[in-house]
Nanobody
Framework: QVQLVESGGGLVQAGGSLRLSCAAS????????MGWFRQAPGKERELVAA????????YYKDSATGRFTISRDNAKNTVYLQMSSLKPEDTAVYYC??????????????????WGQGTQVTVSS
């Protein structure tokens, strides 16, 4: 079992930046692909960014490309989501997720087994 705890959310003005952190415990994440989902009120949950366990492959939702950067530090068992040029439409609860993958460069889009409790990000206009 992997436990995931997010931090770093908060209230920021449009155009500002936030860095979300996801601390994993229970197991090391070196063979886990990691992702960040978000869910806004009344909307479906969506994958914003993900990274393979090899660190060689990443995925970004179109609207996040160029503004968000996902990274991981396996030595610290932590994953990060650096968000810049934030927009009001980025307002959502952000969830850290993890899944074991066989292929080191594979970045899953849907099949995540472990989820954090979420952290609220609110971007004011």
């Amino acid at each position: 079992q992997v436990q995931l705890v997010e931090s770093g959310g908060g209230l920021v003005q449009a155009g500002g930046s936030l860095r979300l952190s996801c601390a994993a415990s229970g197991r090391t994440i070196d063979k886990y692909a990691m992702g960040w989902f978000r869910q806004a009120p009344g909307k479906e949950r969506e994958l914003v960014a993900a990274i393979s366990w090899s660190n060689n492959s990443t995925y970004y939702k179109d609207s996040a490309t160029g503004r968000f950067t996902i990274s991981r530090d396996n030595a610290k068992n932590t994953v990060y989501l650096q968000m810049s040029s934030l927009k009001p439409e980025d307002t959502a609860v952000y969830y850290c997720t993890a899944v074991v993958t066989y292929y080191p460069d594979f970045v899953p889009r849907f099949e995540y087994d472990y989820w954090g409790q979420g952290t609220q990000v609110t971007v004011s206009s």
